[in-house]
C-alpha cells in the first residue's frame, strides 16, 4: 500500500563511524480553549530537514467542540502512546495549568500556555509521525459526523489502525482531487457495525 506521507531517512556509509544526522518531518499539535465545551484540537507538520518543501506550518486537520469531547478518551490514549502526557479539560480550564509543571517534566513536548483576559488558553505539543497522521485521520474523518454511535466507531477503528492504512488515507485525504469523496467512502466503511469482523 503506497503511503504518500512517508519520508525515507538517509542512508548512512557503512565505511565511517560518523552517523549522519537522519532528518524526520516535524509535527505539532495545538490547542486553544475557547470555553466551557469548546476546546479546539489541530495538527500541524512543520518545516524541518526531512520536509524542505515545506517552508511554514501546514494545517493538517483540525477538531473542535462536542465530537472532540466525545472522542476525548481516544485522543488521551493515543497521545499518551505517543510519550504526550496532556490532561484536556473540556470544562476547566484550570485543569492546564495545575498539570502544566508535571506534564513539562516528564515527555518531551514544548507548551506554551497564556491565561489571558478573554480566559483563552493555548498550548504547543510536538507529536512523533504516527501520532500525527492517527490523529489528522481522525480529526478529518470525524469532523462533520453527528452519530455518538459512528463517531465511536469510527474513532475506535482508527486507534487500531496500522500506521502503513493510516497514512494512506490521510494522504489520499490531504492530496486527492476530491478528498471529500475519500473521508466519505472511510467512514462509510468504519461506521459498519460489522467492520473487521467480516
Known sequence: MRNPLRISTPKTSKTTSHV???AY???QLRMIYHGNGNTEMTIWQTPSLG???????????????????LVELYVLRML??????LVISMHA????????????QETHKSPKLHNQANKTHTGEYRLEETAALRLGLLFRTLAPMRSRDNISRVAQAIEAMPYEEAAYWLGMALYRKNPRRVLTALRVLLSDPYHGNH
Open 20 to 22: 549522519a544526522p537522519v
Open 25 to 27: 518531518p516535524a509535527f
Open 51 to 69: 520536509t524542505p518543501h515545506i517552508k511554514a506550518p501546514v494545517c493538517m486537520a483540525r477538531l473542535q467542540g462536542r465530537v472532540l469531547d
Open 80 to 85: 499518551k502512546q505517543a510519550g504526550v502526557r
Open 93 to 104: 480550564p484550570e485543569t492546564h495549568q495545575e498539570t502544566h509543571q508535571e506534564t513539562h
